[in-house]
Protein backbone atom coordinates (compact mmCIF):
# COMPACT_ATOMS: atom_id res chain seq x y z
CA UNK A 1 0.00 0.00 0.00
CA UNK A 2 3.07 2.00 0.32
CA UNK A 3 3.72 1.77 -2.88
CA UNK A 4 0.59 2.46 -4.50
CA UNK A 5 0.24 5.63 -2.02
CA UNK A 6 3.87 6.87 -3.57
CA UNK A 7 2.47 6.29 -7.12
CA UNK A 8 -0.71 8.27 -6.87
CA UNK A 9 0.85 11.25 -8.45
CA UNK A 10 1.68 9.67 -11.66
CA UNK A 11 -1.62 7.92 -12.01
CA UNK A 12 -3.82 10.89 -11.70
CA UNK A 13 -3.99 11.01 -15.19
CA UNK A 14 -5.42 7.68 -15.53
CA UNK A 15 -9.56 6.47 -15.32
CA UNK A 16 -10.52 6.56 -12.21
CA UNK A 17 -11.96 3.19 -12.40
CA UNK A 18 -7.93 1.87 -13.25
CA UNK A 19 -6.84 3.94 -10.32
CA UNK A 20 -9.55 2.10 -7.75
CA UNK A 21 -8.49 -1.06 -9.14
CA UNK A 22 -4.61 -0.85 -8.31
CA UNK A 23 -5.74 0.61 -5.04
CA UNK A 24 -7.98 -3.19 -4.08
CA UNK A 25 -4.74 -4.87 -5.60
CA UNK A 26 -2.93 -3.32 -2.81
CA UNK A 27 -0.55 -6.23 -2.06
CA UNK A 28 1.27 -5.78 -5.60
CA UNK A 29 5.06 -5.88 -4.84
CA UNK A 30 7.37 -2.75 -5.52
CA UNK A 31 9.11 -4.60 -8.67
CA UNK A 32 8.65 -7.63 -10.58
CA UNK A 33 12.18 -8.59 -10.36
CA UNK A 34 12.33 -7.84 -6.48
CA UNK A 35 10.51 -9.43 -3.22
CA UNK A 36 8.23 -6.69 -1.36
CA UNK A 37 10.04 -5.39 1.83
CA UNK A 38 8.04 -4.81 4.81
CA UNK A 39 7.05 -1.52 5.78
CA UNK A 40 9.01 -0.81 8.50
CA UNK A 41 12.14 -1.60 5.92
CA UNK A 42 10.81 0.69 2.82
CA UNK A 43 11.97 4.45 3.26
CA UNK A 44 11.10 7.30 1.05
CA UNK A 45 12.86 7.37 -2.61
CA UNK A 46 14.11 10.11 -3.83
CA UNK A 47 13.03 10.01 -7.81
CA UNK A 48 13.82 11.55 -11.28
CA UNK A 49 11.11 13.27 -13.17
CA UNK A 50 10.63 13.14 -16.82
CA UNK A 51 10.53 16.79 -18.97
CA UNK A 52 6.91 16.59 -19.02
CA UNK A 53 5.93 15.66 -15.74
CA UNK A 54 4.53 18.01 -13.29
CA UNK A 55 6.68 20.04 -10.96
CA UNK A 56 9.88 18.82 -12.98
CA UNK A 57 11.79 21.93 -13.23
CA UNK A 58 11.70 22.44 -9.26
CA UNK A 59 13.04 18.94 -8.88
CA UNK A 60 10.40 17.40 -6.17
CA UNK A 61 9.16 14.06 -5.59
CA UNK A 62 5.85 11.92 -6.54
CA UNK A 63 7.11 9.54 -9.62
CA UNK A 64 8.59 7.32 -8.47
CA UNK A 65 9.82 5.52 -12.37
CA UNK A 66 13.25 7.72 -13.22
CA UNK A 67 13.24 8.78 -17.43
CA UNK A 68 15.68 9.33 -19.71
CA UNK A 69 14.85 12.46 -22.10
CA UNK A 70 13.95 10.01 -24.56
CA UNK A 71 11.51 8.36 -21.81
CA UNK A 72 13.52 5.15 -21.34
CA UNK A 73 13.18 3.56 -17.78
CA UNK A 74 16.33 3.93 -15.62
CA UNK A 75 15.79 2.84 -12.31
CA UNK A 76 14.91 4.86 -8.93
CA UNK A 77 17.46 7.22 -7.38
CA UNK A 78 18.09 5.65 -4.08
CA UNK A 79 17.96 2.35 -5.32
CA UNK A 80 21.15 0.85 -5.82
CA UNK A 81 19.44 -2.65 -7.26
CA UNK A 82 17.07 -1.01 -9.69
CA UNK A 83 19.10 -0.35 -12.38
CA UNK A 84 20.94 -4.14 -12.05
CA UNK A 85 18.08 -6.31 -10.26
CA UNK A 86 20.52 -8.89 -10.40
CA UNK A 87 22.38 -8.19 -7.50
CA UNK A 88 19.39 -7.91 -5.74
CA UNK A 89 19.68 -10.51 -2.58
CA UNK A 90 16.49 -11.35 -0.40
CA UNK A 91 16.31 -10.32 3.23
CA UNK A 92 15.03 -11.95 5.68
CA UNK A 93 12.11 -9.50 5.98
CA UNK A 94 11.17 -10.13 2.22
CA UNK A 95 8.83 -11.99 0.40
CA UNK A 96 9.19 -14.64 -2.43
CA UNK A 97 8.33 -12.92 -6.16
CA UNK A 98 5.51 -12.43 -7.17
CA UNK A 99 2.63 -14.91 -8.89
CA UNK A 100 2.73 -14.70 -12.94
CA UNK A 101 -1.08 -13.13 -12.71
CA UNK A 102 0.23 -10.09 -10.24
CA UNK A 103 3.25 -9.75 -12.71
CA UNK A 104 1.08 -9.81 -15.82
CA UNK A 105 -1.26 -7.15 -14.07
CA UNK A 106 1.07 -5.16 -13.46
CA UNK A 107 2.35 -4.50 -16.71
CA UNK A 108 -1.12 -4.11 -18.32
CA UNK A 109 -1.32 -1.56 -15.38
CA UNK A 110 1.52 0.30 -16.22
CA UNK A 111 0.75 0.72 -19.86
CA UNK A 112 -2.23 1.96 -19.09
CA UNK A 113 -0.86 4.21 -16.88
CA UNK A 114 1.29 5.75 -19.34
CA UNK A 115 -0.78 6.01 -22.04
CA UNK A 116 -2.20 9.52 -21.91
CA UNK A 117 1.40 10.78 -21.97
CA UNK A 118 2.03 8.47 -25.05
CA UNK A 119 -1.12 9.99 -26.61
CA UNK A 120 -0.48 13.42 -25.91
CA UNK A 121 3.24 12.71 -27.24
CA UNK A 122 1.54 11.56 -30.41
CA UNK A 123 -0.73 14.60 -31.06
CA UNK A 124 2.03 17.11 -30.50
CA UNK A 125 4.00 15.33 -33.20
CA UNK A 126 0.67 14.95 -35.54
CA UNK A 127 -0.20 19.14 -34.98
CA UNK A 128 3.79 19.54 -36.54
CA UNK A 129 4.60 16.81 -38.65
CA UNK A 130 6.07 18.34 -41.57
CA UNK A 131 5.25 15.71 -43.94
CA UNK A 132 7.23 14.31 -46.69
CA UNK A 133 8.96 16.48 -49.06
CA UNK A 134 6.88 15.79 -52.09
CA UNK A 135 3.93 16.66 -50.09
CA UNK A 136 3.10 20.66 -50.16
CA UNK A 137 3.91 20.03 -54.29
CA UNK A 138 1.12 17.89 -54.47
CA UNK A 139 -1.34 20.23 -52.40
CA UNK A 140 -1.53 22.81 -55.32
CA UNK A 141 -3.30 20.51 -57.61
CA UNK A 142 -6.22 20.88 -54.60
CA UNK A 143 -7.36 23.93 -56.53
CA UNK A 144 -8.08 26.40 -53.60
CA UNK A 145 -5.62 28.31 -52.29
CA UNK A 146 -2.67 30.16 -53.04
CA UNK A 147 0.72 28.11 -54.46
CA UNK A 148 2.64 28.06 -51.50
CA UNK A 149 -0.41 27.34 -48.70
CA UNK A 150 0.36 24.74 -46.89
CA UNK A 151 -3.38 22.73 -45.82
CA UNK A 152 -4.19 22.54 -42.40
CA UNK A 153 -3.14 19.85 -39.81
CA UNK A 154 -6.86 19.69 -38.64
CA UNK A 155 -9.59 20.81 -39.84
CA UNK A 156 -11.38 21.78 -36.65
CA UNK A 157 -12.15 25.10 -34.73
CA UNK A 158 -9.37 24.14 -32.95
CA UNK A 159 -7.15 25.69 -35.00
CA UNK A 160 -8.69 28.96 -32.41
CA UNK A 161 -6.71 30.21 -29.80
CA UNK A 162 -9.55 31.49 -28.26
CA UNK A 163 -11.55 28.48 -28.55
CA UNK A 164 -9.10 26.83 -26.70
CA UNK A 165 -9.56 29.33 -23.85
CA UNK A 166 -12.89 27.73 -22.54
CA UNK A 167 -11.07 24.79 -21.48
CA UNK A 168 -9.14 26.88 -19.22
CA UNK A 169 -11.72 28.69 -17.49
CA UNK A 170 -10.99 29.91 -14.43
CA UNK A 171 -6.65 29.67 -14.66
CA UNK A 172 -5.30 32.80 -14.88
CA UNK A 173 -4.78 34.23 -18.13
CA UNK A 174 -3.10 37.67 -17.89
CA UNK A 175 -1.78 39.83 -15.71
CA UNK A 176 -1.56 43.70 -16.29
CA UNK A 177 -1.82 47.16 -14.71
CA UNK A 178 -5.95 46.39 -14.45
CA UNK A 179 -5.59 43.48 -12.17
CA UNK A 180 -5.93 39.64 -13.01
CA UNK A 181 -7.99 38.18 -16.16
CA UNK A 182 -9.50 34.52 -16.23
CA UNK A 183 -9.62 32.85 -19.50
CA UNK A 184 -13.16 32.90 -19.03
CA UNK A 185 -13.02 36.56 -18.20
CA UNK A 186 -11.14 37.10 -21.73
CA UNK A 187 -13.83 34.75 -23.71
CA UNK A 188 -16.99 36.27 -22.53
CA UNK A 189 -15.25 39.93 -22.79
CA UNK A 190 -14.13 39.57 -26.39
CA UNK A 191 -17.67 37.92 -26.79
CA UNK A 192 -19.28 41.01 -26.06
CA UNK A 193 -17.26 43.16 -27.65
CA UNK A 194 -17.32 40.48 -31.40
CA UNK A 195 -21.47 41.77 -31.00
CA UNK A 196 -20.84 45.50 -30.88
CA UNK A 197 -18.44 45.02 -33.67
CA UNK A 198 -20.99 43.38 -35.84
CA UNK A 199 -23.92 45.66 -34.79
CA UNK A 200 -21.64 48.55 -35.72
CA UNK A 201 -21.13 46.75 -39.14
CA UNK A 202 -24.37 45.72 -39.24
CA UNK A 203 -23.44 41.97 -39.74
CA UNK A 204 -26.56 39.91 -38.65
CA UNK A 205 -24.93 36.60 -39.29
CA UNK A 206 -21.88 37.62 -37.31
CA UNK A 207 -19.88 37.30 -39.92
CA UNK A 208 -17.02 40.20 -41.39
CA UNK A 209 -16.28 37.93 -43.70
CA UNK A 210 -12.15 38.85 -43.55
CA UNK A 211 -13.06 42.60 -43.34
CA UNK A 212 -9.84 44.55 -41.55
CA UNK A 213 -9.85 45.35 -38.31
CA UNK A 214 -7.43 48.14 -37.13
CA UNK A 215 -6.67 47.94 -33.30
CA UNK A 216 -4.58 50.08 -31.37
CA UNK A 217 -4.42 49.42 -27.22
CA UNK A 218 -2.16 49.49 -25.32
CA UNK A 219 0.21 45.95 -23.64
CA UNK A 220 -3.30 45.27 -21.49
CA UNK A 221 -5.86 42.58 -21.33
CA UNK A 222 -7.74 45.38 -24.50
CA UNK A 223 -5.46 44.01 -27.25
CA UNK A 224 -6.33 40.27 -26.34
CA UNK A 225 -10.17 40.88 -26.54
CA UNK A 226 -9.89 43.26 -29.37
CA UNK A 227 -8.05 41.01 -31.08
CA UNK A 228 -9.71 37.91 -30.10
CA UNK A 229 -13.61 39.74 -30.61
CA UNK A 230 -12.43 40.60 -34.27
CA UNK A 231 -11.95 36.84 -35.00
CA UNK A 232 -14.91 36.09 -33.58
CA UNK A 233 -16.66 38.23 -35.85
CA UNK A 234 -14.70 36.77 -38.93
CA UNK A 235 -12.94 39.82 -39.27
CA UNK A 236 -8.96 40.43 -39.72
CA UNK A 237 -6.85 42.28 -36.88
CA UNK A 238 -4.68 44.75 -37.96
CA UNK A 239 -2.77 45.83 -34.73
CA UNK A 240 -1.03 49.28 -35.04
CA UNK A 241 1.52 50.90 -32.86
CA UNK A 242 0.59 53.99 -29.83
CA UNK A 243 3.93 55.17 -30.91
CA UNK A 244 3.84 55.95 -34.62
CA UNK A 245 2.58 59.08 -36.21
CA UNK A 246 -0.49 60.17 -37.15
CA UNK A 247 0.70 59.69 -40.71
CA UNK A 248 2.01 56.42 -40.22
CA UNK A 249 -1.02 54.92 -38.75
CA UNK A 250 -3.44 56.74 -41.63
CA UNK A 251 -1.33 54.61 -43.55
CA UNK A 252 -1.59 51.52 -42.46
CA UNK A 253 -5.67 52.00 -41.70
CA UNK A 254 -6.06 53.46 -45.50
CA UNK A 255 -3.93 50.62 -47.01
CA UNK A 256 -5.83 47.78 -45.25
CA UNK A 257 -9.19 49.12 -45.78
CA UNK A 258 -10.27 48.83 -42.58
CA UNK A 259 -13.63 48.78 -41.72
CA UNK A 260 -13.52 49.75 -38.01
CA UNK A 261 -11.19 50.75 -36.05
CA UNK A 262 -10.88 49.74 -32.00
CA UNK A 263 -9.26 52.14 -29.86
CA UNK A 264 -8.56 52.03 -25.83
CA UNK A 265 -9.84 54.93 -24.04
CA UNK A 266 -6.00 56.18 -23.80
CA UNK A 267 -5.91 56.85 -27.46
CA UNK A 268 -9.07 57.94 -29.17
CA UNK A 269 -7.62 61.68 -28.92
CA UNK A 270 -4.90 60.88 -30.91
CA UNK A 271 -7.07 58.39 -33.57
CA UNK A 272 -9.96 61.06 -33.87
CA UNK A 273 -8.30 63.20 -36.52
CA UNK A 274 -7.54 60.50 -38.22
CA UNK A 275 -10.13 57.99 -38.94
CA UNK A 276 -12.36 61.45 -39.40
CA UNK A 277 -10.34 62.19 -42.71
CA UNK A 278 -10.21 58.76 -43.58
CA UNK A 279 -14.25 58.58 -43.20
CA UNK A 280 -13.59 55.04 -40.96
CA UNK A 281 -15.79 54.19 -37.59
CA UNK A 282 -14.03 54.86 -34.30
CA UNK A 283 -15.43 52.17 -31.70
CA UNK A 284 -14.11 52.81 -28.55
CA UNK A 285 -13.16 50.07 -25.95
CA UNK A 286 -15.90 50.25 -23.01
CA UNK A 287 -14.90 49.66 -19.63
CA UNK A 288 -16.26 46.07 -19.68
CA UNK A 289 -13.31 45.16 -21.68
CA UNK A 290 -11.29 45.81 -18.38
CA UNK A 291 -13.17 44.97 -15.48
CA UNK A 292 -16.36 42.65 -17.03
CA UNK A 293 -17.74 40.12 -15.18
CA UNK A 294 -17.47 36.65 -17.00
CA UNK A 295 -20.56 35.31 -18.68
CA UNK A 296 -22.05 32.00 -19.54
CA UNK A 297 -20.24 31.45 -23.62
CA UNK A 298 -23.18 29.09 -24.19
CA UNK A 299 -25.32 32.02 -24.21
CA UNK A 300 -24.01 33.90 -27.74
CA UNK A 301 -22.32 30.92 -29.27
CA UNK A 302 -20.17 31.45 -32.41
CA UNK A 303 -21.10 30.47 -35.87
CA UNK A 304 -18.99 27.48 -37.48
CA UNK A 305 -16.92 28.57 -40.40
CA UNK A 306 -13.85 26.32 -41.75
CA UNK A 307 -11.10 28.93 -40.13
CA UNK A 308 -8.25 27.46 -41.29
CA UNK A 309 -7.22 29.45 -44.52
CA UNK A 310 -9.54 32.26 -43.41
CA UNK A 311 -7.04 35.38 -42.57
CA UNK A 312 -6.02 36.64 -39.17
CA UNK A 313 -4.12 38.94 -39.08
CA UNK A 314 -1.90 41.46 -41.00
CA UNK A 315 1.50 43.15 -39.85
CA UNK A 316 2.85 45.55 -41.45
CA UNK A 317 7.10 45.18 -42.34
CA UNK A 318 9.29 47.54 -41.37
CA UNK A 319 9.46 49.05 -44.75
CA UNK A 320 13.31 49.17 -45.02
CA UNK A 321 13.44 49.60 -49.05
CA UNK A 322 9.87 50.90 -49.60
CA UNK A 323 6.48 51.66 -48.19
CA UNK A 324 5.89 48.95 -45.49
CA UNK A 325 3.71 46.14 -46.62
CA UNK A 326 0.57 44.14 -45.17
CA UNK A 327 1.60 40.45 -44.48
CA UNK A 328 -1.59 38.40 -44.42
CA UNK A 329 -1.60 35.35 -42.18
CA UNK A 330 -4.41 32.94 -41.92
CA UNK A 331 -5.65 31.65 -38.82
CA UNK A 332 -3.89 28.09 -39.74
CA UNK A 333 -0.36 30.15 -40.83
CA UNK A 334 -0.40 31.44 -36.85
CA UNK A 335 -1.43 28.12 -35.32
CA UNK A 336 1.74 26.50 -37.12
CA UNK A 337 3.99 29.00 -36.17
CA UNK A 338 2.56 28.62 -32.31
CA UNK A 339 2.18 25.07 -31.92
CA UNK A 340 5.89 24.37 -33.15
CA UNK A 341 7.22 27.20 -30.43
CA UNK A 342 5.23 25.23 -28.02
CA UNK A 343 6.73 22.13 -28.71
CA UNK A 344 10.53 23.01 -28.94
CA UNK A 345 9.78 25.28 -25.99
CA UNK A 346 8.19 23.32 -24.15
CA UNK A 347 5.50 25.84 -23.10
CA UNK A 348 3.01 24.39 -20.09
CA UNK A 349 0.09 25.85 -18.57
CA UNK A 350 2.31 26.37 -15.67
CA UNK A 351 4.28 28.84 -17.34
CA UNK A 352 4.59 32.40 -16.69
CA UNK A 353 5.85 34.80 -19.29
CA UNK A 354 6.52 38.64 -19.15
CA UNK A 355 5.63 40.40 -21.60
CA UNK A 356 7.87 44.16 -22.64
CA UNK A 357 7.37 44.16 -26.27
CA UNK A 358 5.48 46.02 -28.37
CA UNK A 359 2.09 44.80 -29.77
CA UNK A 360 2.43 45.35 -33.65
CA UNK A 361 5.41 42.61 -34.34
CA UNK A 362 5.33 38.93 -34.64
CA UNK A 363 7.37 38.40 -31.17
CA UNK A 364 5.25 40.17 -28.93
CA UNK A 365 2.05 38.93 -30.89
CA UNK A 366 2.67 35.75 -31.33
CA UNK A 367 5.83 34.04 -29.39
CA UNK A 368 5.01 36.15 -26.06
CA UNK A 369 1.53 36.40 -26.28
CA UNK A 370 -0.26 33.65 -28.19
CA UNK A 371 1.99 30.89 -27.22
CA UNK A 372 1.23 30.79 -23.51
CA UNK A 373 -2.54 31.49 -23.89
CA UNK A 374 -2.72 28.33 -26.54
CA UNK A 375 -1.32 25.99 -23.47
CA UNK A 376 -3.33 27.83 -20.40
CA UNK A 377 -0.25 29.67 -19.04
CA UNK A 378 -0.32 33.02 -18.02
CA UNK A 379 1.05 36.20 -19.68
CA UNK A 380 1.96 39.20 -17.08
CA UNK A 381 2.05 42.28 -19.26
CA UNK A 382 4.02 45.69 -18.29
CA UNK A 383 2.55 48.83 -19.84
CA UNK A 384 5.78 49.59 -21.42
CA UNK A 385 9.81 48.12 -20.57
CA UNK A 386 11.37 49.37 -17.39
CA UNK A 387 14.57 47.61 -16.47
CA UNK A 388 13.78 47.75 -12.70
CA UNK A 389 10.43 46.22 -12.94
CA UNK A 390 11.79 43.46 -14.98
CA UNK A 391 14.62 43.00 -12.75
CA UNK A 392 12.13 43.15 -9.64
CA UNK A 393 9.75 40.86 -11.30
CA UNK A 394 12.45 38.51 -11.51
CA UNK A 395 13.32 38.47 -8.02
CA UNK A 396 9.64 38.55 -6.68
CA UNK A 397 8.62 35.77 -4.65
CA UNK A 398 5.14 36.82 -5.12
CA UNK A 399 2.11 34.70 -7.36
CA UNK A 400 2.78 33.98 -10.07
CA UNK A 401 6.38 34.12 -9.91
CA UNK A 402 7.94 34.51 -14.02
CA UNK A 403 9.95 31.41 -15.33
CA UNK A 404 10.27 32.67 -18.86
CA UNK A 405 11.46 35.60 -20.59
CA UNK A 406 11.82 36.92 -24.04
CA UNK A 407 13.28 40.31 -25.20
CA UNK A 408 15.47 41.97 -28.04
CA UNK A 409 19.15 42.55 -27.10
CA UNK A 410 18.88 46.21 -26.45
CA UNK A 411 16.82 45.35 -23.48
CA UNK A 412 19.06 42.53 -22.37
CA UNK A 413 21.63 45.67 -22.28
CA UNK A 414 19.74 47.93 -20.69
CA UNK A 415 19.20 45.16 -18.25
CA UNK A 416 22.46 44.81 -18.14
CA UNK A 417 23.40 48.60 -17.68
CA UNK A 418 20.73 48.88 -14.57
CA UNK A 419 22.38 45.54 -12.83
CA UNK A 420 25.71 47.01 -13.07
CA UNK A 421 24.21 50.15 -11.16
CA UNK A 422 22.43 48.65 -8.44
CA UNK A 423 23.53 45.40 -7.71
CA UNK A 424 27.33 45.73 -6.96
CA UNK A 425 27.55 44.07 -3.72
CA UNK A 426 28.75 40.12 -4.56
CA UNK A 427 26.48 38.81 -2.12
CA UNK A 428 23.30 40.27 -3.96
CA UNK A 429 25.23 39.17 -7.32
CA UNK A 430 24.87 35.89 -6.10
CA UNK A 431 21.40 36.19 -4.89
CA UNK A 432 20.82 37.15 -8.39
CA UNK A 433 21.85 34.18 -10.33
CA UNK A 434 20.68 31.79 -7.77
CA UNK A 435 17.43 33.32 -8.22
CA UNK A 436 17.30 33.43 -12.53
CA UNK A 437 19.17 29.94 -12.37
CA UNK A 438 16.40 28.22 -10.14
CA UNK A 439 13.14 30.04 -10.84
CA UNK A 440 13.95 31.33 -14.79
CA UNK A 441 13.51 27.96 -17.13
CA UNK A 442 13.76 30.07 -20.30
CA UNK A 443 15.15 33.15 -21.64
CA UNK A 444 15.03 34.08 -25.42
CA UNK A 445 16.36 36.99 -27.59
CA UNK A 446 15.55 37.67 -30.88
CA UNK A 447 14.43 40.62 -33.51
CA UNK A 448 18.03 41.49 -33.98
CA UNK A 449 21.78 39.85 -33.96
CA UNK A 450 23.00 38.73 -30.48
CA UNK A 451 26.34 40.10 -29.80
CA UNK A 452 28.55 37.63 -28.53
CA UNK A 453 29.52 40.11 -25.33
CA UNK A 454 25.88 40.74 -24.28
CA UNK A 455 25.59 36.95 -24.42
CA UNK A 456 28.11 36.21 -22.18
CA UNK A 457 27.62 38.77 -19.93
CA UNK A 458 24.23 37.72 -19.55
CA UNK A 459 24.92 34.32 -18.79
CA UNK A 460 27.54 35.60 -16.19
CA UNK A 461 25.02 37.61 -14.34
CA UNK A 462 21.62 34.60 -14.43
CA UNK A 463 23.43 31.46 -15.33
CA UNK A 464 21.39 31.65 -18.55
CA UNK A 465 22.66 31.07 -21.77
CA UNK A 466 20.35 33.15 -24.39
CA UNK A 467 18.37 30.90 -26.82
CA UNK A 468 18.15 32.48 -30.33
CA UNK A 469 15.76 31.92 -32.87
CA UNK A 470 14.81 33.63 -36.18
CA UNK A 471 12.06 34.54 -38.01
CA UNK A 472 10.61 37.12 -40.61
CA UNK A 473 6.97 38.81 -40.54
CA UNK A 474 6.52 36.63 -43.82
CA UNK A 475 7.33 33.14 -42.02
CA UNK A 476 6.51 33.32 -38.87
CA UNK A 477 9.48 31.46 -36.69
CA UNK A 478 11.53 29.09 -39.02
CA UNK A 479 14.95 28.61 -36.68
CA UNK A 480 15.29 28.07 -33.12
CA UNK A 481 18.53 27.02 -31.20
CA UNK A 482 17.72 23.68 -28.58
CA UNK A 483 15.91 23.86 -25.06
CA UNK A 484 17.69 21.72 -23.39
CA UNK A 485 20.99 20.69 -26.23
CA UNK A 486 23.90 22.92 -26.39
CA UNK A 487 23.43 26.55 -28.09
CA UNK A 488 26.19 27.57 -30.72
CA UNK A 489 27.11 31.34 -29.97
CA UNK A 490 26.53 33.38 -32.93
CA UNK A 491 23.46 30.84 -34.25
CA UNK A 492 19.92 30.68 -34.05
CA UNK A 493 19.11 26.88 -34.86
CA UNK A 494 18.25 24.45 -36.60
CA UNK A 495 14.30 24.27 -38.21
CA UNK A 496 10.91 24.49 -36.19
CA UNK A 497 8.68 21.55 -36.72
CA UNK A 498 7.21 21.76 -40.23
CA UNK A 499 9.50 24.19 -41.29
CA UNK A 500 12.06 23.12 -44.73
CA UNK A 501 14.42 25.52 -45.92
CA UNK A 502 16.81 25.30 -49.67
CA UNK A 503 20.19 26.96 -50.44
CA UNK A 504 19.55 27.24 -54.67
CA UNK A 505 20.64 29.45 -57.88
CA UNK A 506 19.71 30.06 -60.99
CA UNK A 507 19.41 27.01 -63.26
CA UNK A 508 21.31 28.63 -66.70
CA UNK A 509 20.73 25.49 -68.18
CA UNK A 510 16.77 26.55 -68.61
CA UNK A 511 16.04 22.42 -68.58
CA UNK A 512 12.79 23.19 -66.92
CA UNK A 513 13.15 23.80 -63.88
CA UNK A 514 13.83 27.26 -62.18
CA UNK A 515 16.85 26.72 -60.07
CA UNK A 516 19.20 24.64 -58.79
CA UNK A 517 19.08 22.86 -55.73
CA UNK A 518 22.47 23.30 -53.42
CA UNK A 519 21.27 21.79 -49.85
CA UNK A 520 17.63 21.24 -48.64
CA UNK A 521 16.69 20.79 -45.29
CA UNK A 522 14.10 20.52 -42.19
CA UNK A 523 13.58 19.34 -38.79
CA UNK A 524 15.34 16.62 -38.97
CA UNK A 525 18.04 16.20 -41.74
CA UNK A 526 19.84 18.26 -44.63
CA UNK A 527 20.86 16.81 -47.98
CA UNK A 528 23.37 18.42 -50.12
CA UNK A 529 24.27 18.19 -53.12
CA UNK A 530 27.72 16.51 -54.45
CA UNK A 531 29.18 19.14 -55.93
CA UNK A 532 27.53 22.17 -54.86
CA UNK A 533 29.26 22.70 -51.64
CA UNK A 534 31.08 26.03 -52.46
CA UNK A 535 28.16 27.74 -54.34
CA UNK A 536 26.47 30.43 -53.84
CA UNK A 537 22.77 30.47 -53.65
CA UNK A 538 19.93 31.97 -52.03
CA UNK A 539 18.06 31.05 -48.90
CA UNK A 540 14.86 29.75 -49.48
CA UNK A 541 11.74 29.12 -46.54
CA UNK A 542 8.95 26.59 -47.20
CA UNK A 543 6.15 25.47 -44.24
CA UNK A 544 2.75 25.68 -42.85
CA UNK A 545 4.06 28.99 -41.20
CA UNK A 546 4.41 31.28 -44.35
CA UNK A 547 1.71 33.70 -44.78
CA UNK A 548 -1.23 34.09 -47.62
CA UNK A 549 -0.18 37.34 -48.94
CA UNK A 550 0.94 40.64 -49.39
CA UNK A 551 -2.21 42.24 -48.44
CA UNK A 552 -3.45 44.09 -52.06
CA UNK A 553 -0.38 43.23 -53.53
CA UNK A 554 -0.65 40.42 -55.93
CA UNK A 555 2.30 41.28 -58.02
CA UNK A 556 4.55 41.51 -54.79
CA UNK A 557 2.99 38.13 -53.79
CA UNK A 558 3.61 36.26 -56.94
CA UNK A 559 7.72 37.49 -57.33
CA UNK A 560 8.29 36.40 -53.49
CA UNK A 561 7.84 32.77 -54.27
CA UNK A 562 9.10 30.75 -56.74
CA UNK A 563 7.03 28.39 -59.53
CA UNK A 564 6.92 26.06 -56.64
CA UNK A 565 6.06 27.59 -53.49
CA UNK A 566 9.02 28.16 -51.74
CA UNK A 567 9.50 31.63 -49.84
CA UNK A 568 12.75 33.68 -51.43
CA UNK A 569 14.62 35.09 -48.18
CA UNK A 570 17.04 37.63 -50.35
CA UNK A 571 20.02 36.01 -48.35
CA UNK A 572 22.81 35.02 -50.27
CA UNK A 573 24.84 32.25 -49.09
CA UNK A 574 28.00 29.43 -49.98
CA UNK A 575 27.85 26.24 -48.37
CA UNK A 576 31.23 24.91 -47.31
CA UNK A 577 32.80 21.16 -46.87
CA UNK A 578 35.02 21.47 -43.63
CA UNK A 579 33.98 19.41 -40.72
CA UNK A 580 32.51 22.53 -38.95
CA UNK A 581 30.73 23.73 -42.24
CA UNK A 582 29.80 27.94 -43.13
CA UNK A 583 27.01 29.41 -45.42
CA UNK A 584 28.63 32.76 -45.57
CA UNK A 585 26.30 35.92 -46.55
CA UNK A 586 26.86 37.32 -50.03
CA UNK A 587 26.48 40.94 -50.99
CA UNK A 588 22.49 41.68 -51.58
CA UNK A 589 20.02 44.43 -52.42
CA UNK A 590 17.27 43.21 -49.78
CA UNK A 591 16.60 43.91 -46.05
CA UNK A 592 16.70 40.79 -45.07
CA UNK A 593 20.17 40.72 -43.97
CA UNK A 594 20.98 37.71 -42.53
CA UNK A 595 24.54 35.12 -41.94
CA UNK A 596 24.04 31.72 -42.13
CA UNK A 597 26.00 28.81 -40.96
CA UNK A 598 26.04 25.28 -41.24
CA UNK A 599 27.36 22.64 -38.56
CA UNK A 600 27.51 18.91 -39.21
CA UNK A 601 25.61 16.84 -36.38
CA UNK A 602 25.57 13.26 -37.17
CA UNK A 603 25.36 12.15 -40.58
CA UNK A 604 23.23 15.18 -41.33
CA UNK A 605 23.04 18.72 -41.68
CA UNK A 606 21.87 21.14 -39.59
CA UNK A 607 21.33 24.64 -40.52
CA UNK A 608 21.87 28.19 -38.82
CA UNK A 609 21.17 31.59 -39.26
CA UNK A 610 21.90 35.06 -37.68
CA UNK A 611 19.16 37.58 -38.64
CA UNK A 612 20.02 41.36 -38.15
CA UNK A 613 16.58 42.50 -39.03
CA UNK A 614 13.56 43.55 -36.65
CA UNK A 615 10.63 42.11 -37.55
Known amino acids: MFWLKKQSDALQTCEPALFASLLYFRQVPRSPRLGTCSRAEASPVSVLRSPES ?50 VYRHLASAAATLPRVVMSLRRLAWAWPGPCWWPDLRRCRGRGALHTAPAARSDSSTLGFRRALGFGDRIALVDQHGSHTYKDLYSRSLCLSR ?134 THQNIRAVVTGLVRKWAWTKDDVILHVLPLHHVHGVVNK ?101 YGMTEIGMALSNPLTAARLPGSVGTPLPGVEVRIVSENLQKDGYPYVVHAEGNEEDTKVTPGFEEKEGELLVRGPSVFREYWDKPEETKTAFTSDGWFKTGTGCTHGCSCIDSLRLCSHDTPAQQLVTARRWGSGLSLFLIACLYF
Not at 78 to 86: L, R, V
Not at 245 to 270: K, M, N, T
Not at 417 to 433: A, E, G, I, L
Not at 453 to 467: A, F, N
Request: glycine letters at 10%; hydrophobic letters at 40%.
Open 54 to 103: PGSAAGGEGTQTALEPGGGRVGVRGDPTAENPSNFTAGPSCTPPPSVFTL
Open 196 to 329: EICRLRGCADRDLREERVSLLCSNDVSFVVAQWATWMSGGIAVPLCRKHPQAQLEYFIRDSRSSVVLAGPEHVELLSPVVQKLGVPLLPLPPAVYHGAAEDPGEGRLPEWDWRDRGAMIIYTSGTTGRPKGVLS
Open 369 to 469: LLCPLWVGATCVMLPEFSAQLVWEKFLSSDTPRINVFMAVPTIYSKLMDYYDKHFTHPHVQDFVRAVCEEKIRLMVSGSAALPLPVLEKWKGITGHTLLER
